[in-house]
């Protein structure tokens, strides 16, 4: 069984700092770009950051560039993302997903930027 299982959202205060992590199995993940999307409900769905199957390559919403990093474990099947210097409108749910012959989707995890 395929799953994607996100962790680590929360409540924030602005300027202040949450990792996400992504534990994936039922899938060859070292073969997979994963990637983070974020959505709101008065928001489209939107990429967040992408990282290629070896990490070599990653990129970035110009939202978030400069304040957060995407980051994976092939070893530990999990992809991360380090999210710095939230803002308020950083709020919405996150979820990660894997790309390659198919694509899979995590549940998500809510992130709540307030103070």
């Known amino acids: 069984e395929v799953q994607l299982v996100e962790s680590g959202g929360g409540l924030v205060q602005p300027g202040g700092s949450l990792r996400l992590s992504c534990a994936a199995s039922g899938f060859p993940f070292r073969m997979y770009h994963m990637s983070w999307y974020r959505q709101t409900p008065r928001k489209e769905r939107e990429l967040v950051a992408i990282i290629t199957s070896g990490g070599g390559s990653t990129n970035y919403a110009d939202s978030v560039k400069g304040r957060f990093t995407i980051s994976r474990d092939n070893d530990q099947n999990t992809v991360y993302l380090q999210m710095n210097n939230l803002k308020p409108e950083d709020t919405a749910v996150y979820s990660c997903?894997?790309?390659?012959?198919?694509?899979?989707w995590g549940q998500g995890t809510q992130v709540t930027v307030s103070s």
């Open positions: 997903s894997a790309v390659w012959t198919t694509r899979y």
